[in-house]
C-alpha cells in the first residue's frame, strides 16, 4: 500500500509570521515525524548490536561498548561538521536559491571525501588509544577487530550525512526514515549470520557486528543515492548536472560554519563516549552495565535529535526569508516539544528499570547495576532535550561559534571532570559518571537556553 503523502514542500516551509501555535506545532511535527523515525531506526541498528552482543557474554557485550564507543567519537565529530549542510540548504533554499544548493552539495561531497579517508585511517590505529586508557585486554582485543571491520563503512557513511542534510535542508525529511528502516531491516539478518556463525560462516561475534555495520552503511548510502537520482523534486537544485573541482572559498564557508558544530556534537558526544571507556576500565560487569543504560537513554534521545533536525531546518528557512520573528518562535515550539517528550521518558525509566534493562540482558549483575544507572539516566532527561533542541535552533542561526565554547565547559570541564572525579578519586564507580554527565548536561542547557534567548528574534548578518 502507498506511503500517504505529505504536505509538499512549499507548504512545509512557507512563511508563519501569522501562523498561530498550534500551526506551528504541526509544522514542525511534519518535518521532525520522518526524522525521529530515521533516528529511532539508524540508533535501533546500535540497540540491536548491543542486544545481540550482549547474548555472546560480557567480553562480547564489552568489546562492542568500547568499540562503538571510539567509532561514535569519530562519527559525531563527522556528524557535527556536516550538520552544516542542513542549515546552510535551509537558508538558501528559504531565500529561493536552488542552484546555489546544488553547488553547495557538490562542496559538502569532497569535504566528506577527505574525512572517510581521516575516519577510516584513525578506526584502524585505534589500539594505541585503548592501551593508554588501560581497556581490558580480552575486551579490547576483540574491539580491535569490531573497529577494523567498521572502518570500511567511512566513506558510505560520510557520503550518506551530505545526501540526508541535503534532502532535510529542502523540507523533504522522509528519506532519512526510509534509509533507517533500510538499515535496521538488514543490521539483524547480517548481525545473525556474522556474529553467531550461520549458513555456514565462522562465528565472528563483536568483529562480525563491524562488518554487519560497515555493509549496511554501504547500503543506505546506495539506496539515498539512487533515490535522489530519481525523485523528480531534487531535480531543481541540480546537484549532479555538473562536476565541481573543489573550491576553496565554498569549503571554507562550510568549514568555518561547520567545524564549531562538529566541536560541539564531538564535545557533548565525547563526554559519552569517554565516560564508556573510562568505565571500561573498572572491569567487563561495570562496562556492561554502563553500555546498557548508555545504550537505551541514547535510544530515547533519538526523538528529541529528530525534533532538534526539524528546528534547524524551521530556523533556517524563517532566517533564509528574512523573519527573525519567526525563527524564535520556531525554535521556543521545537523546544518545548522536546522537553515534553523528555518528561514521559524520565517517568519511563523510574517506573520500570529493571524491565528495560532485561531487553538487553538477562546477567542478573548487569541487571541490578544498569537499573541503578537508569535512574540517575532519568533525572537528566529534561535537560538532555532542552540542549539538544536549542542546539538545532542555534544551528539554524548559524550561530556555532559561542556555543562551541560552551560544550567544551559544560561537557568537558564540568561534566566529564566530575564524573573522573567521583568514579576514581572518590571510588563511587560508574554511578559517579552519571553524575557528571547529569551536571554536564545541566549546565550545557542553561547556557545554551540562555544563549538563543538573548539573540533569537534579531536579524542577524550573513542571512
Known amino acids: 500500500m502507498p506511503l500517504p503523502s505529505l504536505p509538499s514542500i512549499e507548504y512545509m516551509t512557507a512563511p508563519a509570521t501569522h501562523a498561530g501555535l498550534r500551526q506551528e506545532i504541526r509544522r514542525t511535527l511534519l518535518l521532525a515525524g520522518p526524522l525521529i523515525i530515521g533516528q529511532v531506526t539508524n540508533f535501533g541498528m546500535n540497540f540491536v548490536d548491543t542486544v545481540m552482543a550482549g547474548r555472546l557474554g560480557q567480553v562480547d557485550l564489552g568489546a562492542v561498548a568500547v568499540g562503538s564507543s571510539i567509532w561514535a567519537a569519530g562519527f559525531l565529530f563527522v556528524l557535527g561538521l556536516l550538520m552544516a549542510v542542513s542549515a546552510a540548504v535551509a537558508h538558501l533554499d528559504g531565500a529561493g536559491r536552488p542552484r546555489q544548493v546544488g553547488e553547495l552539495i557538490r562542496q559538502s561531497l569532497w569535504i566528506a571525501a577527505v574525512m572517510a579517508v581521516v575516519l577510516w585511517w584513525v578506526m584502524r590505529n585505534a589500539d594505541s588509544l585503548m592501551a593508554v586508557l588501560g581497556t581490558d585486554e580480552a575486551v579490547a582485543a576483540l574491539s580491535d577487530g569490531y573497529l577494523q571491520a567498521i572502518s570500511w563503512g567511512a566513506p558510505a557513511m560520510t557520503g550518506l550525512l551530505v545526501l540526508r542534510f541535503f534532502s532535510e535542508g529542502v523540507g523533504y525529511t522522509r528519506p532519512t526514515m ?265 549546565v550545557a542547557a542553561v547556557l545554551l537556553g540562555a544563549r538563543f534567548l538573548r539573540i533569537a528574534g534579531k536579524p542577524r548578518p550573513g542571512f
Open 178 to 442: 526510509y534509509v533507517g528502516l533500510l538499515g535496521i531491516a538488514f543490521n539483524v539478518p547480517l548481525n545473525y549470520v556474522l556474529m553467531f556463525g550461520k549458513l555456514g560462516l565462522p562465528q565472528l561475534g563483536a568483529v562480525g557486528c563491524g562488518w554487519a555495520t560497515a555493509i549496511v552503511l554501504w547500503l543506505q548510502f546506495l539506496g539515498l543515492l539512487a533515490w535522489v537520482l530519481w525523485r523528480p523534486r531534487y531535480r531543481p537544485y541540480g546537484v549532479f548536472a555538473r562536476f565541481s573541482w573543489p573550491s576553496r572559498r565554498e569549503i571554507s564557508a562550510l568549514v568555518k560554519l561547520g567545524l564549531p558544530i562538529g566541536v560541539m556534537v564531538f564535545m557533548e558526544g565525547g563526554m559519552f563516549v569517554m565516560s564508556a571507556l573510562l568505565v571500561g576500565t573498572l572491569g567487563a560487569l561495570q562496562v556492561a552495565a554502563h553500555q546498557v543504560a548508555l545504550n537505551y537513554t541514547g535510544l530515547m534521545f533519538m526523538v528529541p535529535l529528530g525534533i532538534a533536525g526539524a528546528i534547524t531546518v524551521r530556523v533556517g528557512n524563517a532566517m533564509g526569508r528574512g523573519d527573525p520573528v519567526g525563527a524564535r518562535r520556531a525554535g521556543l515550539v521545537g523546544t518545548g516539544l522536546a522537553t515534553g517528550f523528555g518528561m514521559i521518558s524520565a517517568l519511563v525509566m523510574v517506573v520500570i528499570p529493571e524491565q528495560i534493562v532485561r531487553l538487553y540482558t538477562a546477567d542478573r549483575e548487569v541487571i541490578e547495576l544498569a537499573a541503578s544507572l537508569l535512574l540517575f539516566a532519568a533525572i537528566f532527561q529534561v535537560a538532555d532535550c532542552v540542549q539538544g533542541s536549542v542546539a538545532g535552533a542555534l544551528r539554524g542561526l548559524k550561530d556555532t561559534r559561542v556555543p562551541m565554547l560552551y560544550s567544551v565547559v559544560a561537557y568537558w570541564l564540568i561534566g566529564l571532570g566530575t564524573g573522573w572525579y567521583l568514579t576514581f578519586p572518590k571510588e563511587w564507580g560508574p554511578a559517579g559518571m552519571w553524575v557528571g554527565i547529569l551536571t554536564g548536561l545541566s
